[in-house]
């Protein structure tokens, strides 16, 4: 993962399928996203499974709240580039290190957000079905 770049400008990034997008500014400064959004930094891979590598990396350094002490601003946090590189950086070493913990713990969390997902899918089901049933308890009463 030597060749990993990191950049602020679409115009200086490579392929679109070996990228992924951090956002930079806000509370949730950090998150790796699929999709880029306004404030965004780009992290390109050389291939995809360092990109999905580096994507779990990045996932690890947001979710463990590793870059709320870099945060700067005081109207809008925001994360400097240097800083996110530095922290990408320490973990590819750590990864490297670590490999078949990283890899089974990267195993782990996707399965946690699999079932993360159909849990709030069964929610939003549950949700439905109460809405329904007091339509039908109500109903009879405006008669």
Known sequence: ?????????KSKSGS?????YIL????????????PSENCFIVTGKNS??????????YSLWKSGTYVPLLRGS??????LSD??????????FADNHESEF??????????IRTEKLLSLQLRLIDGIK?????????????
Do not use: H
Not at 24 to 35: D, I, Q, T, V
Not at 75 to 80: E, G, K, N, S
């Open 1 to 9: 993962m030597k060749n990993t770049t990191i950049n602020t400008d």
């Open 16 to 20: 679109d399928s070996l990228q992924f």
């Open 24 to 35: 930079s500014k806000g509370f949730n400064a950090g998150k790796p996203m699929k999709e």
């Open 49 to 58: 499974q360092d990109k999905g590598k580096l994507y779990w990396i990045c």
């Open 75 to 80: 109207v809008i946090p925001f994360l400097r």
């Open 84 to 93: 996110v590189a530095s922290e990408i950086s320490k973990g590819i070493e």
């Open 103 to 112: 890899d089974a713990t990267v195993i782990k969390l996707q399965e946690l």
């Open 131 to 143: 809405s329904s049933l007091t339509r039908k308890i109500m109903l009879p009463a405006r008669r």
